[in-house]
């Protein structure tokens, strides 16, 4: 054999080693992937997606007006069943960082993240997804005696699903939270309610790979992974699903920055020239108030006392504002998420309208994945610093919605029902706290008209109010008007079409592409 022979067929050789590795490497068809299974009514029976509950021009959460109303909580695939939550917004999720672990978009950190999630009194654990963290990211549960037992954690999506080095160099940016996350909602009674089956130890994974293997789209299962997806190894067939997930949620279409906060952030100058300037040319100057009182600036000019609404305190996922103004961040920043990523408690009070509402056991939050064994005691709350903590929510897309009337609802419980109410309780829920004219069960709207707050579901030493970041801001109508204006101005321009039936070839469904 001639050398040219000899190497044309060892190319021929490597090729074909390659095929099912470094030539199937395909990231738009695993975003596809993840963008078609978000979409698909995988659950029995066959009526909940991942979109049922995370809507897109609803802002990535609940999409029905009588739930958001009443009892918040989206009803799952058995309708008879409901979980005691409000769905978090999945946009711009993919920005947490795994639990315990500070975000990529801070850099200085007085305690390291891991101490800070421990600190006893003051516990400030970042990352994770879910209200409660509880889907952490992370190859090993965090264990830290005796507040976090490691127990709370779910299932974890690792490298074990890669098949070679190549596979994971391509695709291990979209492990963490996320991809863990995925894993919950498919075999929870709650929410899709797929059967168990022959499991491999990770529940629902039988019945997703079947219900994926049988789909028009599982060529893009082939295209993303070298291979058929195979259900007799069902657990890494719906990790690597999860991962798919995952991947179109860290795309530009889920995460797409189009907001006109972001439009005027993205100012160009006479030269051409993109410039970070404050205030913000293209917003009103309402809007640009609202921006000063959120990070406590006079950048528009009619905030010369720089009154703070503090919001930047825990809604900044750039540097903090403990920081002081010289280091904190300023709010231009182009990748801005408007979260700490991290678990406070607002003195929140109780949803009673909410969908498996108990007033002998509330939602504590953080707590039940920090120790699910832990019972919150009032006359004890030192014993569970951590309840009544839950996860920062973005603050893009929170007025996101298709028409102005449709009603929407904030915070785990769904407690608010508008911007106003929400804002006025954290300039005036300390304030205004009167159990007699609010007792428990009197609704946001009821509060707002009778000038009065009821108590926190948790009452505990390390709540927000006691560090003087909420309750009594001394902020007056007009300019709780104007924070209202500016949270207005982070809901995306751009939004997500579902993707059309498959016909063969990866679309790139998750580059960018909106409506």
Known sequence: MTKSATFFASAAVLLSSMSGTALAQDKGALEDLGKYVFFDKISSPPRQACATCHVAKHGWTAGVAGVNKNGVVVPGADPKAAGRRKPPSSAYASFSPPFATLPKTMTIAVLSPEVACTNGFLPLCYGGAFWDGRAEGRDKPFKAPPNFTGEGAVAHVGSEIFSSLLFEDAYEGFLGPLADQALGPFPNDNEQNVPDG?????????????HVASSDYAPLY??????????????????????????????????????????????????????????????TPEENLGHDLFYGRNDS??????????????????????????LASKGDELDQIYSDFAYH???????????????????????????????????????????????????????????????????????????????????????????????????AEEAMERGCWPEPEFNIDNAAENLGLI??????????????????????????????PFKGKPKGQGKGKGK
């Open 222 to 283: 082939t295209m993303a992974w070298g291979e058929p997806i195979n259900c007799r190894i069902p657990d890494i067939a719906f990790k690597r699903v999860a991962l798919a997930l995952a991947a179109w949620q860290h795309s530009d279409e889920v995460n797409s920055f189009s907001s006109k906060r972001d439009m005027a952030a993205r100012t160009i100058d006479a030269q051409g020239r993109e410039v970070l300037a404050l205030p913000f040319s293209s917003l």
């Open 345 to 443: 408690s607002i003195g929140l009070p109780p949803n009673c309208d909410a969908t498996n509402y108990d007033p002998d056991g509330g939602d504590a939050g953080i707590l039940s994945h920090a120790d699910p064994s832990a019972v919150y005691d009032e006359l004890d709350p030192d014993a569970t610093p951590f309840a009544g903590h839950f996860k920062t929510p973005t603050l893009r897309n929170v007025d996101k919605r298709q028409g102005k009337g449709f009603p929407k609802a904030y915070m785990h419980n769904g407690y608010f029902k508008t911007l106003e109410q929400v804002v006025h309780f954290y300039n005036t829920s300390v304030l205004l706290r009167d159990h007699v004219s609010c007792p428990p069960c009197t609704t």
């Open 301 to 326: 000019g009619l905030n010369p006392e720089l009154k703070a609404a503090r919001c930047n305190a825990c809604h900044s996922s750039g540097e903090s504002a403990f920081l002081g103004p010289a």
């Open 198 to 210: 022959r499991d491999h130890g990770l529940p629902g994974a039988e019945a997703v790979c079947l």
């Open 471 to 500: 309750g009594d801001l001394e902020l007056t109508e007009q300019q709780e008007a104007a924070l209202v204006a500016y949270l207005r101005t982070l809901s995306d321009t751009l939004t997500v079409d579902p993707p059309k």
